[in-house]
Nanobody, 115 residues
């Protein structure tokens, strides 16, 4: 029922920018906080950013603070992650997560930062 579909990933060079999107359906999107997580090969999954239900507050992992911006458009059931000044260490699969009755995860979108 709950469906989260990420898009916008791809190959980007260091210092560049990328915008990830997450299309949500099957639940009342505006009721719940949302998060972006990422996981790189051989590393633990980590939280990138979270945003409250109406977008009033956001928080970020230390490694992305000042470079990434999480936002949402509740009228369109969309979650976004603007990634600026990307670094090779940002290479990972990025997941959209709905913090509902339980956590619901999308399938992820690959981001590769490389020359």
């Amino acid at each position: 029922q709950v469906q989260l579909v990420e898009s916008g990933g791809g190959l980007v060079e260091p210092g560049g920018s990328l915008r990830l999107s997450c299309a949500a359906s099957g639940f009342t999107f505006s009721r719940y906080a949302m998060s972006w997580y990422r996981q790189a090969p051989g590393k633990e999954r980590s939280k990138v950013a979270s945003i409250t239900s109406v977008g009033a507050h956001a928080n970020y992992g230390d490694s992305v603070e000042g470079r990434f911006t999480i936002s949402r458009d509740n009228a369109k059931n969309m979650l976004y992650l603007q990634m600026d000044n990307v670094k090779p260490e940002d290479t990972a699969i990025y997941y959209c997560v709905a913090r509902a009755d339980r956590d619901y995860w999308g399938q992820g979108t690959q981001v590769t930062v490389s020359l």
